[in-house]
Structure formats: C-alpha cells, structure tokens
C-alpha cells in the first residue's frame, strides 16, 4: 500500500520488468494494487481492491493450484513494505490489525522523523511508561555508526584534502541564528529545520547564505568575514569535541530504532490477532540503517 503516486510509478514499471522474466516460469505470486490515500486513517482503503487482481505494486498472494488447498492458500494475503517511510508502517500494522483477509505482515520502517508526534508510543506497554522520542532522535534512529564514518574512512584514503568538513556547519549556523541575528532558537527549534542544504554546498559561507535564505532571513545579514572568523574559531576549538559528541550519538541510533519497532510489535501483540509475531533484522546496517522489520502472522 503506498501512497505516492510517483513511487507506485516506478514499482509498477519494475514490477511489469520482473513479469517479463517469469512470464514462462509458471509464477505462483501475483502483485495486487491498493491505493492509499495521504491522510487516511490506518487501515482505511478500498476493501475490494487487494481481491480484485491486476495492477501496480502491493501485496503478493499465494495463487496456489486448483483444488480446495489452492483455495484456502489464495486469501493467504502478506501486505509488505520494505521502507515504509513515516506513518505507513503504523498504517500497515492497523491495516492487518483490523482486516481478516490480511494473513501476513512484513513492514520495515523508514523516516522516523516524519512519524506524527502522537505515533509513538502505539502500545498501551510502552504508554504506560510514558516514553517518548522528539522528532531529533526518531530522525537519529535513521542513521548507523558504520555508515556514518564510512565517508571520513574513503576520504582520508583517497587524500581529498579539499573536501569540506561539513561536522560544524550546523552547530555554527545556530551560533550565527543566534548570536548574529538574536533568533531564540530554544524556543523555534522546530521551525528553524534546513534539510540537505549542505549536500549541496561547496563550503561554510554557501551553506550559511542558502540556510538563511531557506529559513526566511537575508542570506547577506551576515558578513563574510564574520562567517570565516566563525569558522576558524570553531574548527581551532570545538570540531574534536562535535565530533566526539556526534559518535555518541550515533552509538544509540541502534537503540532508538530498537524502541521503535518493540513498540510496533507489542502494539500488534497486544491486538490479539496475530498467532506469531517477530523483529528482524532485514538487511545490513551499514547499507540500510533502517533495518528492523515487523513480521507477523495469524
């Protein structure tokens, strides 16, 4: 069940690839289409479509031969979703938890961060406790240590000594927010969000000018010579230190994702309507740092 256009796009084209390679291999999966509207409530789409047949990109159900056993195989529904970006994961489980004609769940979650803020904790286990996780750790439970230090490790092999060292450029850009301009970024934390702008910046002062613009200030509020003097104070004085500090963090992204998928699993548990349910490891956290999965059953 996705719900971009663009990416049930693709998937179909992928999916009519890998139909033209088994067309003669007697397949017995079928993909089935069920569209998902943006702001849909969990669980909430068309009941007709995952039975009607054909289409773009969902569900693989076992097809199973004539005869009573492919019968009562074909209703084995498995609704999956490797990456299931925000919500979807949330919305998948409620799909299962409140449909008979779902057999089987396997989802794998993905931007925490774009989790609504009551999405978490689902369970009544985890409420009772009243945990919670701001949208700063669900974005860090997004990354992996390994994978993280993987682009200082080629660098320094390869010797590019002329690549930037983005590790300051966000903390400097809320000293300049702060000290610069007077923004009390305690207090508008959530709003002052700049995503990938330093990917796509060659250096310290570019980044700061497209952040500001982006962020709604004039991007020549501050001098460049302020910004290079920014730069050399903080990189002669506290690069070593962010950067111990960012290894810290990174260390407990496991734990973060961790606590995430326990309380899916307990949240499917505590519905009474899977027989078995399991956390995965789906893939290798150096690859896909998002690598827990939900796997459950009737």
Same mark, same amino acid.
């Given at each position: 069940?996705?719900?971009?256009?663009?990416?049930?796009?693709?998937?179909?084209?992928?999916?009519?690839?890998?139909?033209?390679?088994?067309?003669?291999?007697?397949?017995?999966?079928?993909?089935?289409?069920?569209?998902?509207?943006?702001?849909?409530?969990?669980?909430?789409?068309?009941?007709?479509?995952?039975?009607?047949?054909?289409?773009?990109?969902?569900?693989?159900?076992?097809?199973?031969?004539?005869?009573?056993?492919?019968?009562?195989?074909?209703?084995?529904?498995?609704?999956?979703?490797?990456?299931?970006?925000?919500?979807?994961?949330?919305?998948?489980?409620?799909?299962?938890?409140?449909?008979?004609?779902?057999?089987?769940?396997?989802?794998?979650?993905?931007?925490?961060?774009?989790?609504?803020?009551?999405?978490?904790?689902?369970?009544?286990?985890?409420?009772?406790?009243?945990?919670?996780?701001?949208?700063?750790?669900?974005?860090?439970?997004?990354?992996?240590?390994?994978?993280?230090?993987?682009?200082?490790?080629?660098?320094?092999?390869?010797?590019?000594?002329?690549?930037?060292?983005?590790? @300051?450029? =966000?903390?400097?850009?809320?000293? #300049? $927010? %702060?000290?610069? *301009?007077?923004?009390? /970024?305690? !207090?508008?934390? +959530?709003?002052?969000?700049?995503?990938?702008?330093?990917?796509?910046?060659?250096?310290?002062?570019?980044?700061?000018?497209?952040?500001?613009?982006?962020?709604?200030?004039?991007?020549?509020?501050?001098?460049?010579?302020?910004?290079?003097?920014?730069?050399?104070?903080?990189?002669?004085?506290? @690069?070593? =230190?962010?950067?111990?500090?960012? #290894? $810290? %963090?990174?260390? *407990?992204?496991?734990? /973060?994702? !961790?606590?995430? +998928?326990?309380?899916?699993?307990?949240?499917?548990?505590?519905?009474?309507?899977?027989?078995?349910?399991?956390?995965?490891?789906?893939?290798?956290?150096?690859?896909?740092?998002?690598?827990?999965?939900?796997?459950?059953?009737?």
């Amino acid at each position: 069940v996705e719900g971009s256009a663009l990416i049930t796009a693709g998937a179909a084209k992928r999916h009519a690839n890998v139909s033209r390679l088994f067309r003669n291999a007697g397949g017995q999966h079928e993909l089935r289409t069920a569209w998902l509207a943006q702001a849909a409530p969990a669980g909430e789409f068309d009941p007709g479509v995952l039975r009607s047949g054909g289409g773009v990109a969902e569900s693989a159900g076992e097809r199973g031969d004539d005869g009573a056993d492919g019968d009562a195989r074909a209703h084995r529904t498995v609704l999956t979703g490797l990456h299931a970006c925000g919500d979807l994961t949330t919305t998948a489980i409620g799909a299962f938890v409140n449909r008979s004609d779902l057999w089987g769940l396997v989802c794998v979650g993905c931007c925490y961060h774009l989790m609504a803020d009551g999405a978490f904790p689902a369970s009544r286990h985890m409420r009772q406790r009243e945990l919670h996780l701001s949208r700063h750790l669900r974005m860090l439970a997004s990354k992996a240590l390994e994978r993280e230090l993987r682009p200082h490790a080629d660098a320094a092999a390869t010797a590019d000594a002329d690549a930037p060292d983005r590790t @300051l450029w =966000r903390p400097m850009l809320t000293l #300049v $927010l %702060r000290d610069s *301009l007077g923004v009390d /970024v305690r !207090a508008r934390h +959530a709003e002052l969000q700049v995503g990938r702008v330093a990917h796509r910046s060659a250096s310290w002062v570019a980044y700061a000018r497209a952040a500001l613009a982006q962020l709604g200030f004039d991007p020549d509020a501050v001098c460049e010579t302020e910004l290079l003097e920014l730069e050399r104070r903080c990189s002669a004085h506290d @690069l070593l =230190r962010v950067k111990k500090l960012e #290894v $810290l %963090r990174l260390a *407990l992204a496991p734990a /973060v994702e !961790a606590a995430i +998928a326990l309380d899916r699993l307990l949240h499917v548990l505590e519905s009474g309507q899977a027989s078995a349910a399991w956390i995965v490891r789906m893939f290798d956290a150096r690859e896909s740092p998002r690598c827990l999965g939900i796997v459950c059953h009737r």
